[in-house]
Every structure is written in C-alpha cells, then in structure tokens.
C-alpha cells in the first residue's frame, strides 16, 4: 500500500530543487554532485560535520560561488547562471553565519537597508512581532553592539522584509544561549506557519528535530541519506556516527 505521505509529496512540485550540484573553490571541487528537493511550506534540514559542504551548498544556491554546475530550480526557473542578484529577485534570501550586521548602520538602519524584490514581505511591526528585543534596541545601538542573539534576531529580520519565499538560515542557533535558541525555533515554527519556506543548516539535530520536516545528511560534499522528522528516532544512532556527537 503507498504511504498517503509520500503521494502527497510526489502529487505536488518542489519549490526548490538541486540536482548534480557541483561547486568548486579555486582547484578545490567541494561539492560532488548534491540533490535534493524542498516542497512549499517545507522546513529542511542540511546536517553534517564542519566541512561537509553545507554552507557551500547554500551559497552554491544563492549564486556565491564562482564556479558551479548542476542545476537549481526554483519554481521551474533554472538558476545555475544567474548571478546573485537575480536569483534574489527570483525569491530566495539568504540569512549567512556570519549574519553580515553593518557596524556603522544602527538597528533601524540594518532592519531596513534591503530592498523588498516582491509583495509579501513582512513588515518593521510584524518583524518586531516575532523578535521584540530589536523593538526595544530601536534607533539607539549599533548592530554590532547588540548581542549574538539579536545580532541573529536583525539578520534574520533583515531578510524577512524582502518578500522572498524560500528563506536559507546557515547555522543561525551557532553560539547562542539556550534561551534565544529556543525563541529562534519558536521564530522558524511561526514563520512556517505563514507559508514560508526554509532551508536550515545546522549542526544541532536536536534543535533542528523542534522545526524540520525533512533532513537530509552530507559529508564530503554529498548527500549520504536523508529521512523525514518522523523516522528521527530510528536515526539517531546513524546520527550520533554521522555527526560526532
């Protein structure tokens, strides 16, 4: 008997879907050969160790790397030679690790600087809704006096007003306090309860098992499995070898 789950999936095309990603840095080949998928309203998970091409799978999407082939739909549009610039237009914002704060700009000023490429952007009031401690820090500090925390708070925020609808967050919990790690998780939960789609990259499959749907495993630049938030626990002894941990 067909699993009703997976006729669902199959009944209804990916927003976004990556198929022999290669990518490369100077000489050094990175990525060999990535596939994956992720539906409308889908959070997915990349899990892997330090160097295991996550981030670069990210940046391969949004047009960041130099030299890539392969191919990357989003919405039936293919990507693979467009530049950055164009493949935002195309609705997918990224949020990087380094979240990207302009020191010299103030909370307000950082919120604000993106353009919005399409309707459906969240506004400043929805934005301090979801995250309020940026409320609180408005107009008076700069971005990178804020905390880790709200650092992440302003560059997730940042490219909440853009009107993008699949949204790339690169290890956003990366250094954070419990407490804020778990207002990030509540944050991705509402935000796919809007519609949104994201791809998450993170280490922590613990955190990632409060917000993914679907997870998919990469080391040495290349997916090694995937399985779905519900089969977690019979995968988290592969996890533990997978990851380390």
């Not at 994201?198 to 090694?224: C, P, W």
Request: proline content about 4%.
């Amino acid at each position: 008997m067909l699993d009703p789950q997976s006729v669902t999936h199959a009944a209804r095309a990916p927003l976004l879907s990556v198929n022999n990603l290669q990518a490369w840095y100077g000489e050094s080949h990175i990525l060999h050969g990535v596939d994956f998928d992720v539906m409308p309203g889908e959070v997915v998970t990349l899990l892997g160790r330090n160097g295991a091409g996550k981030s670069t799978t990210m940046k391969s999407v949004m047009g960041l790397v130099a030299r890539r082939t392969g191919s990357v739909m989003m919405e039936g549009q293919e990507l693979i030679s467009l530049p950055a610039r164009k493949i935002a237009r195309a609705g997918i914002a990224f949020c990087p690790e380094e979240r990207g704060i302009f020191a010299s700009l103030d909370v307000e000023e950082n919120l604000m600087l993106p353009p919005q490429i399409r309707p459906g952007g969240l506004s400043r009031e929805a934005i301090f809704e979801l995250f309020p401690n940026l409320k609180e820090r408005l107009g008076s500090s700069q971005g990178t006096k804020l905390s880790g925390g709200e650092q992440q708070m302003l560059a997730i925020g940042r490219i909440l007003r853009t009107g993008s609808r699949l949204l790339l967050l690169d290890e956003p919990t990366e250094g954070l306090a419990p407490v804020i790690i778990q207002q990030i998780g509540k944050t991705i939960r509402a935000l796919k309860e809007q519609k949104f789609t994201i791809l998450l990259v993170e280490q922590n499959f613990r955190f990632a098992s409060t917000v993914a749907d679907r997870y998919y495993v990469m080391e040495h630049g290349k997916i090694i499995d995937k399985f779905a938030n519900s089969e977690l626990d019979a995968n988290v002894g592969k996890l533990h070898d997978y990851l380390g941990v």
